[in-house]
């Protein structure tokens, strides 16, 4: 789950114990150095492309496309993030907070929107994220890339690009950092 | 967040920084072209005012309407209330009706206390009861002002840790005008000081309340034009004439020469220092009409954060579901 998920719906005094690395710094740094080349690829050359992360987990690798997609293809990217809260669709049954403001500048009308976040799982916060996309323009397509694909869809949804993915029980939980991607469990303290 | 939002020690530092920080994405909401989210669809919003107000019902039925809430108005004026129902026969019918916010205003201190107690589930937020509160005048107020110095600050807020909260300590905000029949002052009071603001009351002697024991502010005084000096921020009190006030003063021409924001004293604030004002102003009396249009006043601010503060404040009370998350899906 998500970092972002995983903060509103621990339960009070819970705790993420890692079990086991699955991906490390330099793995993620690979898997975004590839991701990059397959968005290029795909999409034959970056015109009209933005970068669109979901707070507040897929912002950080947002970024780091951004910068790779710039080597690639020697074009600075647009780079945004979005906060899907008030777009979800378990508002009332679990708490719901916005992480951070949304940030995107630029109109995504015409635009192919390449949408980030760390960890796909059930495919509810994709489906809020596309909802809320649209209120910034009507984007010509959306794609999505996530760095960890961990299984479980509740919705037809399914990426465009992944990092890695990752078999996992329902009640484990993927944490994506900067040090690289832990798969662990959730104790009651 | 509490069940009800009745006054502003309901929330506590955290809670209004919470507020405050929520208040910030209602903001972004509300520069978009579809000014309007999904987040309370199939919620049902009453306001119940049994006294007049255009400002703040607006202010809390487009805050509604922009949560896709459905929102029935109840104007005590046309309503049952005026056949002699009773508030609490008016309350419990309204809940019978599966509402699930009421926003009540009433001219009774006290009035939405009684009525939280009435009701089961219903939230109830307090929009200005008698001389007691007004806790969402006061926090857009502080909304107003924590985005005005983020903004001195060069929008330096999120990234070290600070919601923007921690400047308000030692803060010199001076509230001026009529604090004796004012619920504003009481809200901005217990607000600014949960912040760790200090206070100053400016008012002549009759237009203090009988007794200042409680109020944890920093000074009293009765003279304006020495404590415009050191102020960060002043916020201005209308004469409500409405409640009286007129008689508490020889004229408005002796107060304005005494409590007035006048050209004069505008011009000894300090740079930076920021002038509030909850409206509806009287141009003349409490501030020079020269003074509302300078770039310090934040009178205009103030009423477009007010929708979003109160779309955060609607936010928190209705749509955090059971307070103890268990690991969804």
């Known amino acids: ?189 | 967040m509490p069940q009800h939002l009745l006054a502003i020690d309901d929330l506590g530092p955290d809670g209004i920084a919470e507020v405050l920080r929520v208040t910030d994405s209602f903001v972004e909401v509300g520069h978009r072209a579809n000014p309007k989210v999904p987040a309370l669809r199939g919620r049902t919003v009453a306001t119940l005012f049994f006294e007049d107000s255009t400002r703040t019902r607006v202010s809390f039925e487009t805050a509604a309407k922009r949560l896709s809430a459905d929102v029935l108005s109840f104007a005590a004026g046309s309503s049952s209330v005026k056949k002699g129902e009773s508030l609490r026969d008016t309350v419990e019918t309204i809940e019978a009706m599966g509402i699930d916010a009421i926003i009540i205003r009433h001219s009774s201190s006290g009035a939405p206390t009684q009525v939280a107690r009435w009701v089961d589930d219903t939230a109830v937020v307090n929009a200005g009861d008698g001389w007691h509160e007004h806790p969402t005048q006061a926090l857009l107020d502080l909304y107003t002002v924590r985005q005005a110095l983020a903004e001195a600050a060069d929008g330096g807020t999120g990234d070290d840790g600070d919601d923007g909260t921690r400047a308000f300590k030692g803060l010199q905000v001076v509230i001026v005008g009529d604090i004796r029949h004012s619920r504003v002052a009481r809200s901005q009071v217990a607000a600014y000081a949960a912040l760790g603001a200090e206070v100053t009351l400016v008012a002549p002697r009759t237009l203090l309340p009988p007794s200042l024991e409680g109020w944890p502010v920093a000074s009293v005084s009765h003279d304006l034009d020495r404590e415009l000096v050191d102020a960060d921020v002043v916020s201005l009190l209308r004469v409500q004439s409405e409640r009286g006030s007129g008689e508490f003063v020889p004229s408005l021409r002796e107060y304005t020469a005494g409590f007035g924001l006048t050209a004069r004293r505008a011009a000894a604030l300090k740079p930076g220092a920021l002038i509030l004002h909850p409206g509806p102003m009287v141009r003349g009396v409490e501030i020079a009409s020269e003074v509302a249009d300078l770039p310090a006043a934040r009178i205009t601010g103030q009423v477009s954060n007010g929708v979003a503060v109160r779309m955060a404040v609607l936010f928190l009370l209705l749509a955090q579901g059971p307070g103890e998350g268990s690991l969804h899906e």
């Not at chain 1, 339960?11 to 968005?39: C, K, N, Y």
């Not at chain 1, 009209?48 to 080597?71: D, Y």
């Open chain 1, 1 to 189: 789950m998500a970092e972002r998920e995983r903060s509103h719906t621990r339960p009070r005094g819970a705790l993420f114990v890692p079990r086991a690395q699955v991906m490390s710094a330099s793995d993620v740094q690979r898997a975004v150095t590839r991701m990059a080349h397959e968005i290029d690829e795909r999409n034959r050359g970056l015109e009209q492309l933005v970068l669109v992360g979901l707070q507040t987990g897929g912002v950080p690798i947002a970024r780091r496309l951004g910068t790779t997609l710039e080597e690639v293809g020697g074009t600075a990217i647009p780079v945004g993030s979005l906060d899907v809260a008030f777009y979800r669709d378990d508002i009332g049954l679990r708490p719901v907070l916005p992480e951070a403001v949304t940030d995107i500048t630029f109109d995504l009308t015409g635009a192919t929107v390449v949408l980030v976040d760390d960890v796909l799982f059930t495919g509810r916060t994709i489906r809020a994220a596309l909802n809320a996309l649209s209120e910034y323009g009507r984007a010509q397509a959306v794609q999505l890339a996530v760095m960890v694909d961990r299984g479980h869809r509740e919705l037809p949804i399914r990426p465009d690009y992944v990092g890695k993915n990752l078999p996992t029980r329902r009640d484990e939980m993927v944490d994506v950092t900067d040090d690289g991607v832990m798969l662990g469990d959730v104790v009651n303290r």
